[in-house]
C-alpha cells in the first residue's frame, strides 16, 4: 500500500534521514521506533507531505505522490495523528469533528462521526465543550477520532501514548487493535512504548541516526533485542 524508497529529508542544511526505504502492505500494523531525535516524525511528516524529501519517493497504492500536498494525500486516503494531540482549542469537540467531515467533503459518508465516536465514547458528553479545556487523554481521543472521520485507508500516529494517562492509553490500544484486527486498518505507528508497540505491531522498523538499522516482523522479536536495538 505504501512505499518509501531511498528518502533523504533535511531541515536546511542539515540531514535528518539517509535513504530510507520501507514498506507498508496492506493491512499491516508497523511500528517505528527509535531513540528521540532519530528522524521518526520527520517520516511521518515526509510521509504525510507536510516535509519535502531532498530525494527518494513515496508511492501510495502504485502511485507516486512525492509531490502531492497534504490535503492531497488525506484525500487520497491517507490520515495522520501528529504528536501532541493537536485540536483546535477554540472549537467544541463537535465542531473539530465537523470540520475535518467537511475538509473531506463527498468521501464523508453519513455515519463516520458516529463510528469515530464508538470507538472513543468519552467524548460523546462533551461534544459541546470547547477543545481547549479537554485533558490531554481526551485531546489525544479527539484527534485520533477526528482522522478517523474520513474513513482512511492508512493512518499515521506519531506517540499517541505520550503524557497520556495510564486508563487512556489503554483505550487508545484498544481502539488501534480494533481498527486494525476489525477494520483492516493499515497503521504506521510511531510508539516509544516498546510493550506497547509489541502488543500492537506485526511487523516493524528501527531507526538510528536517520536510518533503517533493523527491520522484520514483530513476533521474532523479543523484548530485550528491542532494547538492544533501541540502544545503538
Not at 520501507?22 to 532519530?38: D, K, S
Not at 500536498?69 to 504528536?83: L, S, T
Request: net charge neutral.
Amino acid at each position: 500500500m505504501l512505499t518509501i524508497d531511498g528518502l533523504d529529508v533535511l531541515y536546511g542544511r542539515s540531514q535528518v534521514l539517509f535513504g530510507v526505504s520501507l514498506e507498508v502492505p496492506q493491512n499491516a500494523l508497523l511500528c517505528v521506533m527509535g531513540r528521540n531525535g532519530v528522524g521518526k516524525s520527520t517520516l511521518l511528516n515526509a510521509v504525510m507531505g507536510v516535509l519535502k524529501p531532498a530525494r527518494g519517493k513515496v508511492m501510495w497504492d502504485g502511485r507516486d505522490i512525492t509531490k502531492l500536498k497534504p490535503f492531497e494525500r488525506v484525500r487520497a486516503g491517507m490520515a495522520y495523528v501528529p504528536q501532541g494531540h493537536p485540536v483546535f482549542p477554540q472549537l467544541t469537540v463537535a465542531e473539530n469533528l465537523a470540520v475535518a467531515a467537511e475538509s473531506i467533503g463527498a468521501r464523508v459518508t453519513k455515519g463516520a462521526t458516529d463510528e469515530a465516536l464508538d470507538l472513543f465514547p468519552r467524548l460523546r458528553p462533551l461534544l459541546p465543550r470547547k477543545a481547549g479545556f479537554l485533558s490531554g487523554g481526551q485531546a489525544q481521543q479527539l484527534a485520533f477520532a477526528r482522522s478517523l472521520v474520513a474513513r482512511p485507508e492508512l493512518l499515521l500516529l506519531d506517540e499517541p501514548t505520550e503524557g497520556i494517562q495510564p486508563s487512556i492509553i489503554l483505550e487508545i490500544e484498544d481502539a488501534i487493535g480494533q481498527l486494525h484486527k476489525a477494520r483492516g486498518l493499515s497503521i504506521v505507528l510511531v510508539e516509544q512504548y516498546v510493550e506497547f508497540a509489541l502488543r500492537l505491531a506485526d511487523r516493524y522498523v528501527v531507526l538510528d541516526a536517520g536510518e533503517v538499522v533493523a527491520s522484520g516482523e514483530a513476533k521474532s522479536l523479543e523484548d530485550d533485542t528491542v532494547r538492544r536495538l533501541l540502544a545503538v
